[in-house]
């Protein structure tokens, strides 16, 4: 690991960082935000080792390599990283790069993700516990995860309630609140949700 102390770590990343996303250019000079945040990163920045991994992800002044990206995703996510554990994750999930399909260590990085706050995360704890995949189905449970996400305006979480509400699965079923949450859903962009609404007033019932 170089030796770097914090101080110019921090300014490497922070270098980088604005040369990246300086809006006065076209096109991001990554010839040299790259080897400022990969000095950061081999000194243990965790934010420049978040980055590098999405150069590694994107392509940017280095070769596309899944490997690569999930090493340093899985650096910066041990140190705390919620975005970085959320990749992890997925990386998981999905059987992408170096591993494979593991839907149990899926959800223990989904789960350290979504309690820190990333509502994509919350989301896929709630598919997990809803479907019972990587961890014992709890659909009570499932509708909690929905909840968090949704608090943030995730579409797919207040659709996802919506239905659950619809189904009454993990709540007590409720027309009024399936549509207040299909309607929610609508509003934030989910292209679906208007179908499920538009069903819902064509089946009307002694639902409240």
Known sequence: MQQLSK?????????????AFDTT??????????????????????????YLGTCYDNGYYVSQDAAQAY??????????????????????RDGDGPVRVNMKAAVRWFCRAATQGVSDAQLNMGYACFYGE????????AVEWYRRAAAQGNEK??????????????????????????EKAMRAGHKEARLYLQLLYRNRGAII
């Open 71 to 92: 090493r340093w995703f899985f650096k910066a996510a041990r140190a705390g990283h919620r975005d970085a554990q959320y990749n992890v994750a997925m990386y998981y």
């Open 157 to 182: 979480a207040l659709c996802n309630l919506g239905l659950c509400y619809r189904d009454g699965a993990g709540v007590t079923p409720s027309k009024r609140w399936a549509r207040y949450y299909f």
């Open 25 to 50: 250019t076209k096109r991001p000079r990554w010839d040299r935000v790259v080897p400022l945040w990969k000095a950061a990163a081999n000194a243990g920045h965790v934010r420049a080792q978040f």
């Open 7 to 19: 101080q110019e770590q921090e300014q490497r990343f922070e270098e980088g960082y604005q040369i």
């Open 134 to 141: 990587g961890i014992p189905q709890d659909r009570i449970a």
